[in-house]
């Protein structure tokens, strides 16, 4: 099994809240509400932890209300490695509704001090020998700019460890300008790098193609049912996951990024690769929170998801 870093600048407590439907404006009655440590690099890591995997997780924590995690973090086998901040962690809500809608509000995060992020840096550099991989999910606390993540990407690659970054917006541009190994985008993120709509699948796979050319080895653009494209090195397989009965998205994303690692350092196939991830992640919208490669249909859903070349359609296993 793999040692993995995971950084999470800015966590939440994500507070998933169950009702029939949520009617804007009304005093709406939930069917259960659930609290738990979250953010996305700490989504990631639950998984890797799942499946064995040594993983250390780091990142900015509030120090106010950080119970929650590190309970989550010793329960998981986790090695916390987080520098914490003064104040409150967010709570970000996930609205689930009984139609299969999710809403998500997420909020901006703390403010860091200056010498928050030296220290974050500093830890990374020591935490970086004998690391498979690092990953780096999420937005960006508000005063942490695009330019100081991809000097932290800059100096992980320098140290020859591979990273992969999920994130949006201005951070996932500038992040990309150093450099990381993968990226885990959705089709919106991947269409706002892109400054255009894209819509069809081959859209996103010309615009995955194009990432690979300017040096970005592996593009995962996940497409929430649709499915999952994946281009490596100028070379692209499509997946298309089981049809599930959804009852929290929140978490897909992570999940895929982290079977995908799974299945890269665990030196599989491409094809099986993708297959285990997207049946990963199928397997966590059934439920809130992560996928649990221990399911006792996960079998069956592996059969269920479909893996084919996008260039001449040809279907693997
Ligand atoms: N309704 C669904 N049914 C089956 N699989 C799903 C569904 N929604 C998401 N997934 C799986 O989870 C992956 C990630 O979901 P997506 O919503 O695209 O990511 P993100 O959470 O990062 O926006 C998808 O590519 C797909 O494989
Ligand atoms: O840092 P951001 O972009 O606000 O996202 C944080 C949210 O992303 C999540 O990690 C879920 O991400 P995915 O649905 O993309 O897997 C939540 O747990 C968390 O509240």
Redesign the pocket.
């Given at each position: 099994m793999a040692r993995i870093l995971t950084l999470?600048?800015?966590?939440?407590?994500?507070l998933a809240i169950r009702l029939g439907a949520l009617q804007l404006g009304e005093v709406n009655r939930t069917e259960s509400t659930r609290l738990?440590a979250?953010?996305?690099?700490?989504?990631?890591a639950r998984v890797l932890a799942k499946l064995g995997h040594e993983v250390t997780v780091s990142g900015l924590l509030g120090a106010d209300n950080e119970q929650a995690f590190v309970k989550a973090f010793s329960e998981c086998g986790m090695r916390d490695a987080f520098i914490r901040v003064p104040g409150e962690t967010?709570i970000?809500a996930?609205v689930s509704e009984a139609g299969g809608r999710v809403t998500?509000l997420?909020?901006p995060?703390l403010r860091i001090p200056g010498h928050a992020l030296e220290a974050l840096n500093a830890r990374v550099g020591t935490l970086l020998s004998g690391q498979e991989a690092v990953v780096i999910?999420?937005?960006?606390p508000p005063n942490v700019t695009p330019a100081q993540l991809a000097s932290l990407i800059t100096a992980i690659r320098e140290r020859g460890v591979s990273v992969w970054l999920?994130?949006?917006g201005p951070a996932l541009t500038s992040g990309l300008a150093a450099r990381p190994t993968g990226i885990?985008p959705?089709e919106n993120e991947l269409a706002g790098w892109a400054g255009q709509p894209l819509e069809t699948p081959e859209a996103r796979l010309q615009a995955a193609l194009r990432l690979n050319a300017e040096g970005i080895e592996d593009v995962l653009v996940?497409a929430g049912s649709e499915g999952v494209l994946w281009a490596q090195r100028g070379s692209a397989l499509e997946a298309t996951p089981p049809r599930v009965a959804v009852l929290s998205?929140?978490?897909?994303?992570?999940?895929?990024?982290a079977g995908t690692l799974h299945g890269l350092l665990s030196g599989w196939p491409r094809e099986r690769t993708l297959r285990f991830a997207t049946a990963l992640a199928a397997e966590?919208v059934r439920h809130v929170g992560?996928g649990d490669p221990k399911a006792a249909d996960f079998d069956s859903l592996q059969t269920q998801t479909l893996v084919r070349n996008p260039s001449n359609g040809e279907m693997h296993g």
């Open positions: 999470t600048l800015n966590p939440a407590l994500d738990d979250a953010g996305k690099g700490i989504n990631v967010r970000n996930k998500d997420n909020g995060g999910s999420g937005s960006l999920d994130t949006s885990k959705n996940s998205t929140v978490g897909a994303g992570d999940t895929l990024l966590s992560v």
